[in-house]
């Protein structure tokens, strides 16, 4: 009964929503509402005034810095949230299935997992760091070092991941982002402008430009790495069996 | 309604289906952890919808590159817009889902009419 209600309601929106639909613009046509606003200028102005030939990432970076450090925050936020729901894998007692079992993954995927996790983060690091001039970014960069430290612990076991990415090493790391933004908006405010401005005033042209290039740089490598290395703790933080735990180590 | 301006964005039309199906996960689906992948459908129409007001006809990403005009070019806003939402689609689910394992670990189930005690059918 209930189910027919929720069902009903659900048409209901569907045939609005479809109707609304009908009376949007036809989509693709460059003369759209959101093409004729900012866009243009962004597109036109970007590389100039943001320094970055990829505008997307001009936008992320530059137009709209203050969303992202806001983002940056919020995944930050999640990572708090969830070591504090769930605290940290603890070694020996939170285990992957793989491990409780005692049969090790085939010598297959052990062999191919191995040969590709290098090659995966070489790709991660490419799209990191050409962020500004081809499609990729930090954040993007970022979901793929966390997708192949997941292939890795899902191959090898919760306890070779955490000796490769002891837990030393990734809490300075995960902060990265946060600071490195912070630390590049605080930047603006000593040289005398406003927060998160790249181009400080008083230096030669040549100057100002390199040192927003590698004031990005090291944002866009900070978004990056933080956010892989928040991916793969929040992972291993829920990483928990807990009929797994009260049988013995795997022999 | 206009039928032909509806075949055209189909997109549209897509994001609204996966809404709706997401919509109907949430509100029927009693286990939580399909609840929460019910919200994750309806964000990804959102991103699919976003993203689909960008477009333009045989357009070209938005990189400044020799030869391609700024006005063949995609709208980047809503690309940036929906890699935030990304983001924060992400951090809300792996609270979400630690949430759950706290639960399950609570109440040893993530049925929420079991949790709620009720019986029907949410």
Sequence with gaps: MRKAIVVLALVGIGVMLIYA?????????????????????????GEEEAGASNVITAVILNYRGYDTMGEVAVIFCALCAVVAILNREKPGLSRTSMDVSGVKASVVVRTTIR????????????????????PGGGFQGGAIIGAS??????AFGLPESTR????????????FAVIAFL????????????FLTYLMPGLSEYAAETIRHIMMMVIEIGIGFAGGIIFTSIMFAMIREDQCELQPDSP | ?????????????????????????VAVKPNL?????GLNIMETSVFLFMVSIGM??????????????????????PQALILTGIVVAVSTTAVALSLCIKIHEHYGTLNASEILGTGGPF
């Design chain 1, 21 to 45: 639909v009908g009376e949007m613009p036809p989509m693709g046509d460059s003369g759209n509402p959101d093409k004729v606003h900012i866009a243009p200028r962004y597109l036109e102005h």
């Design chain 2, 33 to 37: 952890v399909k609840k929460i992948m």
């Design chain 1, 164 to 175: 490769k990415l002891p837990l030393r090493f990734r809490i300075p790391l995960e902060s």
């Design chain 2, 56 to 77: 333009v006809g045989s357009g070209n990403a938005p990189v400044v590159t020799e030869g391609v005009k700024p006005a063949t070019m995609v709208n980047p806003i």
């Design chain 1, 183 to 194: 630390a590049a908006g605080f930047t603006g405010i000593v040289f005398g402008v406003h």
């Design chain 2, 1 to 25: 309604m206009n039928f032909n301006r509806i075949a055209h964005n189909l997109n549209y039309v897509s994001s609204v289906v996966l809404f709706l199906l997401g919509l109907y996960a």
């Design chain 1, 115 to 134: 040969f590709l996790v290098p090659v995966i983060i070489f790709f991660a690091v490419y799209i990191i760091l050409h962020g500004e001039s081809t």
């Design chain 1, 149 to 154: 430290i997941i292939l890795f612990t899902l």
